[in-house]
Nanobody
Framework: VQLQASGGGLVQAGDSLRLSCIAS????????IAWYRRAPGKQRELVAS???????TYADSVKGRFTISRGNADNQVYLQMSALKPEDTAVYYC?????????WGQGTLVTVSS
């Protein structure tokens, strides 16, 4: 399984950005599809996820600002990020779990300037 993340870039605080993850198989075949991020000097953290039965989870730090959704194509997942803050600066990774295996994409860098 391959996960291709894209859409990162350099934006200003308050801007919006949409990340895209394209999987090499249908999203519904995974138990969980998620976005993680790793900020400089910090551990990787869960940003948002869609689990079986479409249960959606967000990190407290992004609730109300980020939205995870499936794309029109059956192998796409988006992360719509709004009201970006400098502390959102990180490498964002697409993640998928098809029990018992976890898959990771290569990451896309998001830099938010103040």
């Amino acid at each position: 399984v391959q996960l291709q993340a894209s859409g990162g870039g350099l934006v200003q605080a308050g801007d919006s950005l949409r990340l895209s993850c394209i999987a090499s198989k249908r999203i519904v075949s995974f138990n969980v599809i998620a976005w993680y991020r790793r900020a400089p000097g910090k551990q990787r953290e869960l940003v948002a996820s869609i689990a079986t039965l479409s249960t959606i989870t967000y990190a407290d730090s992004v609730k109300g600002r980020f939205t995870i959704s499936r794309g029109n194509a059956d192998n796409q997942v988006y992360l719509q990020m709004s009201a970006l803050k400098p502390e959102d600066t990180a490498v964002y990774y697409c993640n998928a779990i098809q029990y018992p295996t976890t898959y990771w994409g290569q990451g896309t860098l998001v830099t938010v300037s103040s």
